[in-house]
């Protein structure tokens, strides 16, 4: 499939409302993000109603892959990362660096990407602009670009539709460094006239993203850097240890504190990226909505704690090899839980929604308050579509046994069970959302059509073959 290449004013041609502009947007970068991959068609047909089974791979993950190649930004010699997967935001990332300079070469393992940062650049904006459509990662250049250019710009920023994501947490931090910020009509526009200097810096909210920022621009800042309320999570301190490896002095200490000693430079690393959680969980999910056995090979234990725990609690069942871990549903009713998504070591907030598809065969009530994005409900209207009984409260739900404390924009939803899950036609409207999509489709009695494929390459890596290795019946829509 080529790549779409129409503009915002081609999109407006198709749209006359709103709502439509906004759904010929995400078709545009449905298009293009699997265009990326060579996803050769953006619909599909699936016969429901089958049992998935047998073994698929999971490579690195993309919360850590995409940011690994950042950090090759602040090299002087060229780094190699390992176990990349073959995602569409892995591909903006490269193209994002390619405009900079990086020269990017393909090892000879499956995976392996070589970038070397010797001749880094200022690209043009409306390069930058071009490729920023389909990910929010350019926000994190800016610090390694500051510190190797003197300056940096941001793009209007797209991804995934689930909430606000504001950056104020992002500029703040760079402000604090030294960073001088001009808002400008097609972006932000960053320099840092004396350089960047170490700070000390309190999260209000132990964002991700926030932290990737303070890391990948302090370890060159001159001085000493103090992170309270960091994220955690095991993509963080694979991170961290990419960034020690090109010889940065950084120091995990209780209770979310981090401090980092800035050093005159940093060299290339040779790393190999944590397997991917999302993804693991995500065919979890769909083996135990399917009444199936999936073993997902190149996970972990260790970083699946949580969310193995959940999986038992519902009635699934798993065993822990060394090469991956085997899940599948083990006959009887499934059990309603109540699920409080956290950061790391919490519940994540991705794995909430491919699990809500299996909790539409749990016999009961299940209730899971979300407290991380404001917004990510929106895909249970396709599976109320389909015959779930899903009950979405906008303001949340109050509840004494709660353990996460409740933010104010956070939303809780309700789903009784056991219902027969028809199919339907689906459009995809997010990256996790539209896995749990397709969940639902191989779930679900009869034939579904889900379109706006192509966003789930944005993190899912070759997963029409994955479903054809573990016998789901589907064909594509030309």
């Known amino acids: 499939m080529a790549e779409h290449d129409a503009t915002s004013d081609e999109a407006e041609k198709l749209a006359q409302s709103p709502e439509d502009l906004e759904a010929a947007g995400r078709k545009l970068d449905a298009q293009k993000a699997g265009a990326r991959v060579g996803l050769t068609s953006d619909e599909i047909i699936i016969n429901g109603g089958r049992p998935l089974k047998g073994r698929i791979e999971v490579r690195g993950a993309k919360n850590l892959a995409t940011k690994a190649m950042v950090a090759a930004l602040l090299g002087k010699s060229p780094s190699v990362l390992r176990n990349v997967p073959n995602i569409s935001d892995v591909r903006v990332v490269a193209g994002l660096l390619a405009l900079h300079g990086v020269l990017i070469t393909r090892g000879d393992d499956p995976g392996e990407w070589r970038l070397d940062p010797s001749n880094v650049e200022v690209a043009h904006q409306a390069d930058i602009d071009a490729h920023a459509g ?78 990737e920022q303070v890391l990948l621009t302090s370890v060159l800042a001159e001085g000493q850097t103090e992170l309270r309320n960091a994220a955690i999570e095991p993509e963080i301190i694979d991170l961290i240890c990419i960034l020690q490896k090109m010889g940065a002095i950084i120091s995990v200490e209780p209770n979310r504190v981090i401090f980092i000693e800035g050093v005159p430079e940093l060299r290339g ?60 549903h083990p006959g009887g009713d499934l059990k309603p839980v109540t699920i409080e998504t956290d950061v790391h070591p919490g519940f994540m907030t991705d794995w909430q929604q491919p699990l809500v598809v299996a909790l539409t065969q749990a016999q009961g009530v299940s209730t899971i308050h979300e407290t991380v994005y404001e917004n ?39 789903i009784t ?62």
Not at 172 to 190: C, H, M, N, Q, T
Not at 422 to 450: C, M, N, W, Y
Not at 452 to 460: A, D, K, M, Q
């Open 376 to 414: 990510r409900f929106g895909f249970t209207d396709a599976l109320n579509k389909m015959g779930a009984d899903i009950t979405v409260y906008k303001d949340g739900l109050s509840d004494p046994r709660r353990r996460v404390k409740r933010r104010e924009f956070e939303q809780a939803a309700v």
């Open 417 to 478: 069970g056991p219902v027969p899950l028809r199919g339907a036609d689906i459009e995809v409207p997010d990256l996790r959302g539209g896995f749990s999509h397709l969940i639902a489709a191989l779930t679900a009695e009869g034939q579904s059509k889900v379109t706006n494929l192509g966003i789930i390459s944005r993190g899912y890596e070759n997963f029409i073959e994955k479903l054809r290795l573990l016998g789901a019946d589907f064909v594509f829509e030309s």
């Open 134 to 211: 389909s990910s929010r990662i350019p926000i994190l250049f800016c610090g390694p670009l500051l510190h190797r250019l003197g300056e940096a710009f941001i793009p209007d920023l797209g991804g995934c539709r689930i909430g606000d994501r504001p950056i104020d947490f992002h500029l703040d931090a760079l402000r604090k460094f030294g960073a001088v910020i001009e808002k400008l009509p097609s972006g932000i526009s960053l320099t840092a006239p004396h350089g960047l200097k170490g700070a000390n810096i309190e999260l209000p909210y132990p964002s991700v993203g926030a932290t």
């Open 269 to 328: 690393y040779d790393h190999r990226a944590i397997f991917d959680r999302n993804e693991a969980a995500s065919w979890a999910a769909a083996a135990l909505a399917t009444k199936g056995d999936v073993f997902v090979g190149g996970v972990k234990q260790e970083e699946m704690m949580t969310f193995l725990n959940v999986f038992r609690k519902v009635g699934g069942d798993f065993d822990v090899h060394d090469d991956g871990i085997r899940f599948w």
